[in-house]
């Protein structure tokens, strides 16, 4: 898939600076990621995945070329099986 504009790790950073600082969440990152969809490319964001360490995850949907949060989505984390 070919993105209709260039990301680098700047984006992994403000996502990660979002959930940590304006949605002030203290939990551990363990990784971001972005997600790469046409969908996202077709509304100008640039979604970043980013997990923490108890399974939750936020989905941060920012605005390009800015970096201005869009939309931010938090999944917990799946029951654990017993």
């Known amino acids: ?42 509304r100008g964001v640039v979604a970043v995945l980013v997990k923490l360490k108890d399974g939750s995850s936020y989905t941060a949907e920012l605005r390009y070329p800015e970096k201005k949060l869009r939309c931010l989505i938090y999944t917990p984390a799946s029951p654990a099986s017993k």
């Open 1 to 42: 898939m070919t993105r209709l504009f260039n990301v680098d790790s700047s984006w992994l950073q403000a996502a990660r600076t979002i959930v940590a600082d304006k949605q002030g969440d203290t939990r551990e990152i363990i990784g971001t990621t972005i997600i790469k969809d046409s969908i996202y490319d077709k």
